[in-house]
């Protein structure tokens, strides 16, 4: 007689569950989520399965049927930390912010030690602009164990954007990073990278020498060093660093780039030019139209057509107009190709047949960048005040303005005709250290020992209502409204005694036309003003102004007081 057959009993749901992780952790998603169905047709009340279940539905994207499964398992629970975090992250996917933020917090009242809630949280509020918000999630990171180096660089930016109220937070952080992370130089790269963008100059050089100290082959961190001593002002200092990061990491283009800013500011020009080639690997320059004639190398150009392109700025371009009359003078046919702004003053620039807005249909024999040419030039500190002045105003214009300045009242004979410009583009990176506030000009602008002096604000832009806040006795002829076109302003320039004026295309307007120029400059020049000295080999025209502490222009505004006390005494 045969035993009655034996039949196993079936899985129960914890067999159906345990098999589905299996199943899960095998990267077996379907089976994983058979088996969980399985397991909830047995155990239809239990949470857990169904937040498994909501697992499963996010990763394959069905992000509705995941908020169902999670909205169940909180029904069924009364809501655990992770329920909540996991169905905020399908809202945050589904672009639900709001409900987001609000399960992100039940979580972290659940679970405060849950640091990707605390960091989702904080993305969601920064997203929302919420930045008191996004500080205090971001503080609930930091504290946990498993903090990482960028929540305390997230945390920093955003108590700056909550500055000057978090001042005592910031450095309170700043404190806690290095001593978080002071064995590890990676770490404290980033931070001092994320200080010079601060402007916390002197932090970010005591941090990247932390970082040095532990480990000297790391470029980044001679970058930011040599980066905080630029704004302080410490060229030699720099260039130490950026001769260091260029050697460590001979293909990155920002690295690069920073020699050849050091070489050409310490008047290296032979081999600064050639490093300056790394500017077209930027990815702004690789977009830079290419015109189809052949790139010219330094062939001889006697009897060729060439196009002369402009590039960058409106003062660089100027700078670098005078290229075109060293071409024009070994028998070249040169036209220039530059911003629409700057046709009119190329166009009369020694040594240039047309200039044109548009690149030209040609034909042409070469084309090159104008910063390319001075490397194809040989151009040494010793040769550039040959080319100058090499513009100049259009005809009759120079007549018409000085009629305009005689018009002025107080424009009496044996005065001091002088145009100012006190700021520059405000879309320039640090144009809030190379402009200044037309307030902090008062003492130079009050009358000189009875020989006061015409000014004429030749300033443009949103700056030009500063002009109205002046205190009376104060008399400023404001042309800014009268200026059309850069013609204008260079045809101004030359009917004036002197321009003074902060680091803007002004500057490279009046030094290339001739013009006596006083440029005001920050602690933190650019390359072409170098360093020490004040006159410029670039426009012989030209007196440099240079602050002694970043941002305080103080000491340069007593400078020009006192020049041109000298300078009217000399008028008498």
Same mark, same amino acid.
């Given at each position: ?13 914890? /067999? ?11 990267? /077996? ?221 001979? %293909? ?15 008047? /290296? ?238 500057? %490279? ?64």
């Amino acid at each position: 007689m045969n035993d009655p057959e034996i039949q196993s009993p079936a899985p129960s749901a914890d /067999e159906w569950h345990r098999r589905s992780l299996a199943a899960f952790r095998a990267g /077996e998603t379907a089976q994983a989520r058979d088996c969980l169905e399985r397991a909830l047709h047995i155990a239809p009340g239990d949470a857990t399965l169904w937040e498994h279940r909501g697992l499963i539905a996010a990763l394959a994207a069905e992000h509705l049927a995941a908020e169902a499964f999670y909205h169940r398992a909180l029904a069924l629970s009364g809501g655990t930390a992770s329920q909540h975090r996991n169905l905020a992250d399908v809202l945050k996917l589904a672009g639900r912010a709001d409900e987001a933020c609000e399960h992100y917090q039940q979580a972290l009242a659940c679970d405060p030690s849950l640091h990707q809630a605390a960091r989702r949280l904080a993305d969601l509020h920064l997203q929302a602009g919420r930045f008191a918000d996004a500080a205090q999630s971001l503080q609930g990171a930091w504290s946990l164990d498993e903090a990482t180096a960028q929540d305390g660089i997230d945390l920093l930016n955003t108590l700056a954007r909550l500055s000057p109220e978090t001042e005592a937070d910031i450095d309170a952080l700043i404190v806690a990073y290095r001593a978080r992370f002071a064995t590890h130089a990676v770490a404290l790269k980033e931070l001092a990278f994320a200080l010079n963008c601060l402007d916390r100059f002197d932090a970010a050089l005591e941090v990247a020498r932390q970082g040095l100290a532990i480990d000297t082959t790391l470029p980044l961190l001679h970058h930011n060093a040599g980066y905080a001593l630029h704004m302080r002002g410490d060229f030699a200092g720099m260039r130490r660093h950026n001769v260091e990061a260029a050697r460590l990491a001979p %293909h990155d283009v920002a690295v690069q780039f920073n020699l050849a800013i050091s070489l050409l500011r310490d008047g /290296e020009y032979e081999a600064g030019w050639k490093q300056y080639r790394w500017h077209e690997r930027f990815d702004h320059s690789r977009t830079l139209a290419r015109p189809p004639f052949a790139e010219w190398q330094g062939e001889p150009v006697d009897g060729r057509r060439f196009l002369l392109l402009g590039e960058q700025g409106f003062g660089d371009q100027v700078q670098l107009l005078r290229c075109a009359d060293w071409l024009a003078r070994r028998g070249a046919i040169v036209d220039v190709w530059v911003h629409a702004a700057l046709v009119g003053i190329a166009s009369r620039a020694r040594g240039v047949r047309h200039a044109s807005a548009m690149l030209p249909p040609g034909p042409y024999d070469y084309w090159c960048r104008m910063f390319r040419m001075p490397e194809h030039m040989a151009m040494t500190l010793d040769t550039l005040a040959d080319a100058v002045p090499y513009l100049r105003p259009a005809s009759g214009s120079v007549a018409r303005w000085r009629n305009r300045l005689d018009a002025v009242a107080h424009c009496a004979p044996g005065r001091l005709r002088v145009g100012l410009v006190w700021a520059g583009n405000p879309d320039y990176d640090l144009d809030r250290y190379r402009s200044m506030k037309l307030a902090a000009l008062l003492p130079a602008l009050s009358a000189i020992d009875g020989a006061p002096v015409s000014w004429f604000a030749l300033q443009k832009g949103v700056a030009e209502r500063e002009l109205a806040a002046l205190p009376a006795g104060i008399d400023i002829t404001p042309l800014g409204p009268e200026i059309e076109t850069f013609d204008d302003t260079l045809a101004i320039a030359q009917s004036l005694d002197l321009v003074i004026t902060v680091d803007t295309s002004v500057a %490279h307007l009046a030094g290339a036309s001739g013009v006596p120029v006083w440029v005001l400059l920050p602690l933190c020049t650019d390359w072409r003003w170098m360093s020490d000295r004040d006159d410029s080999p670039w426009y012989p025209s030209a007196r440099l102004f240079r602050q002694r502490e970043l941002g305080n222009w103080d000491d340069v505004v007593d400078a020009v007081r006192v020049a041109l006390r000298a300078l009217a005494a000399a008028r008498r």
